[in-house]
């Protein structure tokens, strides 16, 4: 579930990186010192030639194999937490703090927008904001099966 959130909401907007030397990517393009190459994960959470026509479906079954087990993207395909070298030290960290928070929070309350005709817009800054609020009606899974507490 929560690879399957952060591959359509994108909690960095863009990623800008400076060459400090000439390179080629792999690929073959070649960079000269100064050169600026920024990649966009927002927008590559949208793209349906990466991701399918259904790239922002709740589908968490995308990241599974034929026999239902996990199955990792490629860090290059997924870019949250970069690729190669220069993966991020805390990834598995932030991985296991989500996956706490979302059991926690979500077994304990149930959460639906205010008003669902109501698409929230995003405003983007080095990392990703909800523009304006986000309305929300929470509820308690523990009244929801017990109406009398």
């Not at 100064?34 to 079954?61: H, Q, S």
Request: charged residues 25%.
């Amino acid at each position: 579930m929560i690879r399957n959130i952060n591959c359509n909401i994108k909690g960095i907007s863009n990623d800008a990186k400076h060459c400090f030397s000439d390179d080629v990517l792999p690929d073959g393009f070649s960079l000269k010192k100064g050169d600026m190459v920024c990649n966009m994960p927002y927008a590559m959470g949208r793209m349906t030639f990466i991701w399918g026509d259904d790239e922002l479906e709740f589908k968490p079954e995308r990241w599974l194999d034929n026999n239902g087990c996990f199955h990792q993207a490629s860090p290059f395909k997924f870019t949250d937490f970069q690729a190669g070298p220069r993966t991020c030290l805390g990834r598995d960290f932030a991985y296991r703090q989500m996956k706490i928070l979302a059991s926690i929070v979500l077994g304990c309350f149930m959460f639906k927008l205010s008003d669902e005709k109501n698409v929230p817009r995003y405003r983007m800054s080095i990392n990703l904001h909800i523009n304006g609020k986000l309305q929300v009606n929470v509820f308690n899974r523990l009244a929801l099966h017990n109406p009398q507490t």
